[in-house]
Antibody, heavy 120, light 107 residues
Framework: EVQLVESGGGLVQPGGSLRLSCAAS????????MSWVRQAPGKGLEWLAY????????YYADSVKGRFTASRDNDKNSLFLQIHTLRDEDTAVYFC?????????????WGRGTLVTVSS | DIQMTQSPSSLSASEGDRVTITCRAS??????LSWYQQRPGKAPKLLIY???RLQSGVPSRFSGDGSGTDFALTISSLQPEDFATYYC?????????FGQGTNLEIK
């Protein structure tokens, strides 16, 4: 079965750090460009980061640049998002996405998400 | 950054109705636009990519149109499972940006 499964979410204090993981299975992970998207409670979708198929090219949303670090390990079929200096406004469900199209950004594969709650 | 303005933000309709949701980009994105459907508590699902191409497995009552700055998603005859929230996304250039979403409700 083709799937993405996120993990690593939870309750974190403001100022803390967290590393989210996304495990891919059922397809050739190294063929897909990947992204992270989040959704705050009751809000819309926010794109966060893009990681090329090799991991050599990474782009970020301005809102998270400098605090978030995306990466991937194709040998382990995994995508990662390191988050530093967590703020209340980082509370959201974080989704891992894959794009199998030649043009990156058409997200045909989504994980179910992992909830990050920032609170003291 | 490219801004995506989606309208309406909410829409009430009945089963069998034809509805259209629009997205306007702040600059030309040619046809680098996709549409997603999100049901409550679920991950979004790709419906349309490259502005007008139907994703495999998506019913043909969904269609997309547009290029440049103006785009539309049309559902030709609403079915019960179509009541959900819809988002557009531009992937012309990073940062990719979503529209604000359209909540499609049962009238």
């Amino acid at each position: 079965e083709v799937q993405l499964v996120e993990s690593g979410g939870g309750l974190v204090q403001p100022g803390g750090s967290l590393r989210l993981s996304c495990a891919a299975s059922g397809f050739t992970f190294s063929d897909k460009t990947m992204s992270w998207v989040r959704q705050a409670p009751g809000k819309g979708l926010e794109w966060l980061a893009y990681v090329s198929a090799t991991g050599g090219t990474i782009y970020y949303a301005d809102s998270v640049k400098g605090r978030f670090t995306a990466s991937r390990d194709n040998d382990k079929n995994s995508l990662f998002l390191q988050i530093h200096t967590l703020r209340d406004e980082d509370t959201a469900v974080y989704f891992c996405l894959g794009s199998g199209y030649s043009r990156a950004g058409y997200f045909d594969l989504w994980g179910r998400g992992t909830l990050v709650t920032v609170s003291s | 950054d490219i801004q995506m303005t989606q309208s309406p933000s909410s829409l009430s309709a009945s089963e069998g109705d034809r509805v259209t949701i629009t997205c306007r980009a702040s600059q030309s994105i040619t046809t680098y636009l996709s549409w997603y459907q999100q049901r409550p508590g679920k991950a979004p699902k790709l419906l349309i990519y490259a502005a007008s191409r139907l994703q495999s497995g998506v019913p043909s009552r969904f269609s997309g149109d547009g290029s440049g700055t103006d785009f539309a998603l049309t559902i030709s005859s609403l079915q019960p499972e179509d009541f959900a929230t819809y988002y557009c996304l531009q992937n012309s250039r990073t940062p990719y940006t979503f529209g604000q979403g359209t909540n499609l409700e049962i009238k």
